[in-house]
């Protein structure tokens, strides 16, 4: 063999060992997730006026 060949075997050999490890693992601490909602609403009811006045006359409905 010539020097070529063994020092071409050997980078070969040196590069097997180098191989990169990807390691997938678990957190330690729980994952939390900060959800800062705030939710406003307005329901607008449009009525004849004939409901509108049966509701004023007759409190007692609700």
Request: aromatic share 2%.
């Amino acid at each position: 063999m010539s020097l070529k060949a063994l020092l071409v075997m050997a980078a070969g050999l040196l590069s097997i060992g180098c191989v990169p490890r990807i390691e997938v693992t678990a957190p330690k601490d729980p994952i939390t997730i900060n959800m800062n909602v705030r939710i406003e609403h307005e329901i607008h009811i449009k009525a004849d006026k004939d409901v509108e006045a049966l509701l004023k006359n007759q409190s007692g409905l609700f």
